[in-house]
């Protein structure tokens, strides 16, 4: 049974450009959820996706979308890249009717290195 | 607001000894809360949850953490430490707006194993 796996794994872009970051949810899984962990901190929410739309967002800038596809699998694009965007981007995956209380499966992540 | 404070950001102990790793919440509501670890160049493992049933739990690899709730504390211990324990951990609450799983993460605490 697959878990979350995420591609690339390392990406390296210059500031201005733009990036597209791909995440498979766990074999069962309908909600996607990604965060940013930025070097040395604790992973922050950007936004979740269920049923191929945004279903909630934290507080992160418009350059910064996804996607979600009939599949279950998801996007994120971050536009106009800036250097502070170099982190960890976690994917996780999780199950929609269940509990509350699940817990989030994660995938190993993407590292993003902006020059 | 729901969030978590991690009240060290380095612990070191040795082989063979306790661990204590401290973490403080913060609530509106009776408050889903989980330990996760990260170990280098991984993503999140859950090491443990609390779902309002027992104020003691117990996860994976001996730890376990119990809820307090007139201290608001959520604090992670283990017996005996061990060389793989080695690795980041994050003290986690669940935000639940709309009834939708989001994820607030703690700061970290770097927890260090010496022979």
């Excluded at chain 1, 791909?22 to 909600?31: I, V």
């Excluded at chain 1, 992973?43 to 009939?70: A, L, M, V």
């Excluded at chain 2, 009834?99 to 770097?110: D, E, H, P, S, V």
Aim: charge should be neutral; charged fraction near 15%.
């Amino acid at each position: 049974d697959a878990g979350v796996t995420q591609s690339p794994t390392h990406l390296i872009k210059t500031r201005g450009q733009q990036v597209t970051l791909r995440c498979s949810p766990k074999s069962g899984h309908d909600t996607v959820s990604w965060y940013q962990q930025a070097l040395g901190q604790g992973p922050q929410f950007i936004f979740q996706y269920y049923e191929e739309e945004e279903r909630q967002r934290g507080n992160f800038p418009d350059r910064f979308s996804g996607h979600q596809f009939p599949n279950y699998s998801s996007e994120l694009n971050v536009n106009a890249l800036l250097l502070g965007d170099s982190a960890l981007y976690l994917c996780a995956s999780s199950l929609a009717g269940a509990r509350l209380d699940s817990p989030l499966h994660f995938g190993n992540g993407t590292r993003l290195t902006v020059t | 607001a729901q969030s978590v404070t991690q009240l060290d950001s380095h612990v070191s102990v040795s082989e063979g000894t306790p661990v204590l790793l401290r973490c403080n919440y913060s609530s509106s509501y009776s408050p889903s809360l989980f330990w996760y670890v990260q170990h280098p160049n991984k993503g999140l493992q859950l090491l443990l949850k609390y779902t309002s049933a027992a104020t003691l739990v117990k996860g994976i690899n001996g730890f376990e953490a119990e809820f307090k709730k007139s201290e608001t504390s959520f604090h992670l211990t283990k017996p005996s430490a061990h060389m793989s324990d080695a690795a980041e951990y994050f003290c986690v609450v669940s935000d639940r707006p709309g009834g939708y799983n989001k994820l607030i993460f703690g700061a970290g605490t770097r927890l260090a194993v010496h022979p």
